[in-house]
Antibody
Framework: EVQLLESGGNLIQPGESLRLSCAAS????????MNWVRQAPGKGLEWVSS????????FYADSVKGRFTVSRDNSKNTVYLQMSSLRVEDTAIYYC???????????????WGRGTTVTVSS | QSVLTQPPSVSGAPGQRVTISCTGT?????????VHWYQQLPGTAPKLLIY???QRPSGVPDRFSGSKSGASASLAISGLQSEDEANYYC???????????FGTGTKVTVL
């Protein structure tokens, strides 16, 4: 069974840093790009970042560019989201999602984790 | 801020057909990028419903169908059922952001 399990969410203060992890199983991890998508309380979905299967190509939403860094460890089947200079508006559930097609972006997100909650508040 | 516009809500009686529109621009849907649709039941993670404009993943009932024309796309739900009550989001890739953009979301209510 294909599964994604996020972890690392927490209550933190503005300006602090946090690292999220997403452990994958049930598919050939290195062949699929991975994505982070977030959802603020009561709001819609917002794409945050994508990373290629090799980890060599990364993309970011303008709202997090320069503050967030996506990476992956294919030996551990895990993708990470390092978040720094966190703001109140970064408060959200953060979902990890698998790209549907091999070696591609844009093909749709066919498997999602349950999400991990990040709350930024003083 | 989303660049894909959806109606905030649609409703229908059980058994009826409802459609949800998704309006983009020439830099996303109109640039010939595929449109995908996601269903989010209350309190759960999103689920892929339609990919590449009109393709259903395995296990998705054929009551759900998608289409695309120009810079817009639509999701149709026929034979509406109570378990279809959820939020629905369209999404596509955009080169201007080098990333996905999601629609504003539509809440479907079964009367």
């Amino acid at each position: 069974e294909v599964q994604l399990l996020e972890s690392g969410g927490n209550l933190i203060q503005p300006g602090e840093s946090l690292r999220l992890s997403c452990a994958a199983s049930g598919f050939t991890f290195s062949r699929h790009a991975m994505n982070w998508v977030r959802q603020a309380p009561g709001k819609g979905l917002e794409w945050v970042s994508s990373v290629s299967g090799s980890g060599g190509i990364t993309f970011y939403a303008d709202s997090v560019k320069g503050r967030f860094t996506v990476s992956r460890d294919n030996s551990k089947n895990t993708v990470y989201l390092q978040m720094s200079s966190l703001r109140v508006e970064d408060t959200a559930i953060y979902y990890c999602a698998k790209e549907r097609a091999l070696y591609d972006f844009r093909s749709a997100l066919d498997v999602w984790g349950r999400g991990t909650t990040v709350t930024v508040s003083s | 801020q989303s660049v894909l516009t959806q109606p905030p809500s649609v409703s229908g009686a059980p058994g009826q057909r409802v459609t949800i529109s998704c309006t983009g621009t020439s830099s996303n849907i109109g640039a010939d990028y595929d449109v995908h649709w996601y269903q989010q039941l209350p309190g759960t993670a999103p689920k892929l419903l339609i990919y590449s404009n009109n393709q259903r993943p395995s296990g998705v009932p054929d009551r759900f169908s998608g289409s695309k024309s120009g810079a817009s796309a639509s999701l149709a739900i026929s034979g509406l059922q109570s378990e279809d009550e959820a939020n629905y989001y369209c999404a596509t890739w955009t080169d201007s952001l080098n990333g996905y953009v999601f629609g504003t979301g539509t809440k479907v209510t079964v009367l």
